[in-house]
């Protein structure tokens, strides 16, 4: 019946296309809310992830600005606020997760996701997002999952926008990965629920940038025999001094401090399961200090610090509280830089990223985080140890070929230090769509 609803949605789609022209597009470079970084720019912020891999912030308000440079008539015809942008974004995958460790375990998995869809401004302060999630996994016959896409987005204040329905979620809330496990954007790479989004100048080198949504994850009918769950997080990054406002190419050292929330909460007064209602809060405020080195590259300073409570009223985990820290040291280097379209060796923009770090954590749990750096296990419901201390290293490059298409390649490596054992992942990824810019 669901599915019937949707084709339902479909046909809608197609009458309210008719007498409104129709622009094909793989869609115009995107960015965040505010500023954008130019991929193809040196490189001046060190990034903890592959940015292919980052869903983007629809920037129509810049692509009203660019209408506004070209003639009436030609905005009455073609601009942003009078088509139906039609596009598609894919991305193929190979990841292989080599986890023997007794926390958690490993996976084997290749496929790709496809989301064709549709986008229409409401007016310069909203827009409708209409389209389908499809994903798919090498042997297995068919399509192996997928999920309507159903977006709306409103601005009715400046640096400030309303997300309800399909959300920028995953690796693009920008969680550190005891937080938020990476291997989510594999196993549940949608969200659906409400977002607010912030980016917001404090001075002219001081910043704010704020993710805060609700993820609802499974709805609860009454006395039915399971639970409602449901994920709620705040994302943030407090830049004390950086680059200025509006600064042309600046390369300056930024000092800023993000801070994060997350809860996990399943349960429900209707519920007939016999289990226990559980919550569970992980929280982390760090330091970050980014300088860039000569025009090709950037090395970070990371210093995070994670907390864990367990509120729920009859506690079912194996520690009420705990704590983490994650110092890391990393380096964004563009060690190639050839125009698109040239004949040479390297094509498009390559970067390489390094990161070295030290995990300690004290009977730490986190309810959506990778179980990699937690004090449980995910497959061993009497194991639990208290203390954990690992070395982390990752290795990544990526090729933005244009503005369209990205190749990503990274292998992340958690050497315990208890276990003297190694756990290590490797990912191969193509992109072609929405990227960040």
Known sequence: ??????????????????????????ARPMDTVGVVTDYFARPYRVQRELLLLQDAVDDWRGELY?????????????????????????????????FSLPYTRGYTATGFFVTPYAKHLLGPDAQLTLGVHLAGAAGYDGIRAWQPLVRLEYEPF????????????????????PMLDRERYIYAHQEEGVQILTDYWLGNRQRWRMDTWLHWEELLEPWQPRQERFTLGSSHELTLY??????????????????????????????????????????????????????????????????????SPTKCM????????????????????????????????????????????????APRGSYLFQSVSWHRPDFA??????????????????????LGLDTEYYYDLEEKAMDFAFGLYLRYGLMPK
């Open 385 to 406: 140890v208290a203390e954990r201390r690992m070395a982390t290293g990752k290795l990544a490059f990526e090729n933005r070929y244009n503005e369209h298409f990205s």
């Open 158 to 177: 400046a640096h400030f926008r309303l997300v309800m329905g399909s959300l920028y979620g995953t690796l693009a809330h920008g969680l550190y990965e």
């Open 242 to 311: 950086g680059p200025q406002q509006r600064g042309h190419c600046v390369r300056d050292v930024e000092v800023s401090v993000p801070f994060s929330f997350l809860g996990s909460h399943r349960g429900g007064q209707f519920s007939t399961l016999d289990t226990c209602i559980q919550s569970l809060f992980t929280e982390s405020v760090g330091l970050r200090v980014n300088v860039p080195v000569g025009q090709v590259a950037a090395v970070a300073v990371d210093v995070p610090f994670f907390f864990y409570q367990d509120i």
């Open 318 to 365: 194996a520690f009420n509280n705990g704590w983490a820290w994650w110092p890391q040291l990393s380096a964004d280097w563009m060690f190639a830089q050839g125009p698109t379209g040239e004949k040479s060796f390297w094509h498009g923009s390559w970067r390489l990223l390094l990161q070295a770090g030290y995990w300690q954590g004290h009977q730490y749990i």
């Open 1 to 26: 019946m669901k599915r019937y609803y949707f084709l339902l949605l479909l046909c809608s789609l197609g009458v309210a296309l008719q007498g409104q022209e129709i622009e094909v597009s793989t």
């Open 66 to 98: 660019d209408d506004d440079m070209q003639s009436e008539a030609w905005r009455r015809d073609h601009g942003r606020q009078h088509t139906w942008r039609i596009g598609v974004d894919a991305t193929t995958f190979l990841r292989d997760a080599a």
